[in-house]
């Protein structure tokens, strides 16, 4: 049995972060980290971007060399693993036989993505993408292919629509939802999309179902629900994720509804050895008054460090604003709060001009705040206006006045 202070599950963001957390507080304490995947700790975002177009190495996509690891006395296990976590014995298993002890433990273990359940679902050029190889597979495919269908119209569908369509690929968009990035952006903005990618030569396809996918071994039609039948010669899947929690579960950690670990502000579990970051966590939110579970960058980012730093002996709460961003061609746009639900909004400049905000309001108090182009001096007052929960009455009009300093708003 190898023995070690720090056990980390997780081959993310937030399993890599972790590390450098623990090195931050602890720097000598003895950390492994564990990853199924063949690769030292990466980042996604650029999978659908940089790296599927084929402008970004695997430089921009590991967060370090396996060598920073080596220097800072991080044993880095690739491509096995962890079967199972004996919390009383304070022992993890690997799929290879190596247990592994340790003192604290963090589950960093982000989710992977679904596959719709449709037949011909797993027919060959039929991708999903999450890993390294995914990307890999899809720029590949896009070599000898004419013709892609993305399934899902929300972040990953668009903007791996988006890089498909730079490849030279022509690119149909399909999505049950009525409108490009439904759920996190008002309809004018989506109409401004649905424009941009139709410019591209995108065909969108909203509120339409795939029902299944044919072909001789590979892909060759998808049909459609609305009794259309589109050929193709690539297929990629953007259709959400499943958590992986099996590890928790079976530790016996409580999860909520959605299958996520709970933690409390520390990033801490229901066992006080075990902690969880990132995609798989559920937090509370002190902002929000409610437990958020976010499955963005920023947060994994934010959270393994901070989980990392606790486990290695500080005692801090994790605070954050949930934040994320995306890039649809020349389009890019960051977001900070709680979009889960929304039911107003009041926009800043003019979509025209390219740079404006979308202020989020539920119930009549601020939830977050979509961001184009905007002045750096505003990046701070919007965040305080969503720590403070500022309310819509009274407020709307001096947010649409560009003339009124946000920071005056928030006073
Ligand atoms: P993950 O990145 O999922 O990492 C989990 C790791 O744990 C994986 O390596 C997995 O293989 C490993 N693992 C799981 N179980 C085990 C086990 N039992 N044993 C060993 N290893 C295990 N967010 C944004 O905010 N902006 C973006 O533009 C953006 N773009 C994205 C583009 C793509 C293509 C994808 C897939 C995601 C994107 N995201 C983006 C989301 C962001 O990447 C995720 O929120 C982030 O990856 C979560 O990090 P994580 O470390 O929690 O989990």
């Given at each position: ?7 980390i ?25 564990v990853t ?17 177009v ?12 396996r060598?920073?690891y080596a ?16 919390a ?15 003192g604290?433990?963090?589950?960093a273990?982000?989710?992977q ?20 190889e ?15 269908m993305v399934l ?5 569908g ?7 369509t730079?490849?030279?690929?022509e ?12 759920r996190v ?20 396809m ?5 029902i299944?996918?044919?072909?001789d ?10 009794g259309q ?9 953007g259709v959400?994720?499943a ?13 909520d509804?959605?299958g ?17 970051a ?23 980012r ?10 290695a ?20 746009f960051e977001?900070?709060?709680?979009l ?20 989020y309001?539920?119930q009549a108090?601020?939830v ?6 905007r ?37």
């Amino acid at each position: 049995m190898l023995d070690y202070k720090y056990v980390i599950i997780g081959g993310g963001l937030a399993a890599g972060r972790a590390c450098d957390g623990i090195r931050k507080v602890d720097v000598e304490g003895t950390v492994a980290l564990v990853t199924d995947e063949p690769h030292p700790p990466y980042q996604r975002p650029p999978l659908s971007k940089g790296y599927l177009v084929g402008k970004d190495g695997l430089d921009k996509v590991y967060l370090a060399g396996r060598k920073h690891y080596a220097e800072n006395g991080i044993d880095v296990l690739t491509g096995v693993r962890a079967t199972k976590v004996d919390a009383d014995e304070h022992r993890v298993i690997l799929g290879d036989g190596r247990v592994l002890a340790y003192g604290k433990l963090l589950l960093a273990t982000g989710g992977q993505a679904k596959r719709l359940r449709i037949p011909g679902g797993n027919l060959a050029r039929v991708f999903t993408l999450r890993r390294i190889e995914d990307a890999q597979a899809i720029r590949d495919a896009a070599k000898s292919g004419k013709r892609a269908m993305v399934l899902g119209g929300s972040f990953i569908g668009s903007e791996v629509a988006a890089s498909l369509t730079r490849l030279g690929i022509e690119v149909t968009m399909v999505f049950p939802e009525s409108r490009l990035l439904a759920r996190v952006v008002p309809g004018e903005l989506s109409a401004l999309l649905h424009k941009k990618y139709e410019g591209h030569g995108i065909q969108i396809m909203p509120g339409i179902k795939p029902i299944s996918l044919g072909g001789d071994e590979m892909v060759e039609w998808v049909e459609l629900d609305n009794g259309q039948t589109v050929p193709v010669d690539l297929v990629v899947m953007g259709v959400g994720i499943a958590l992986n929690t099996t590890l928790a579960q079976d530790a016996e950690l409580d999860v909520d509804n959605e299958g996520a670990v709970m933690v409390n502000s520390s990033l801490q579990t229901s066992n006080p050895h075990i902690y969880a970051a990132g995609d798989i966590a559920a937090w509370p939110s002190f902002t929000f008054g409610k437990r958020l579970h976010v499955e963005h960058w920023d947060v994994a980012r934010g959270q393994g460090l901070r989980a990392g730093r606790n486990m290695a002996g500080e005692d801090k709460e994790y605070t954050a604003i949930p934040y994320f961003f995306s890039d649809l061609f020349d389009f890019g746009f960051e977001v900070w709060g709680d979009l889960t639900i929304w039911n107003q909004t009041v926009l800043r400049g003019t979509l025209e001009s390219g740079s404006f905000a979308v202020f989020y309001f539920s119930q009549a108090k601020i939830v977050g705040v979509l961001a184009v182009d905007r002045p750096d001096e505003e990046r701070k007052p919007m965040q305080a206006l969503i720590r403070a929960r500022v309310l819509y009455e009274g407020l709307a009009a001096r947010l649409q006045e560009e003339a009124v300093d946000l920071g005056e708003v928030i006073g």
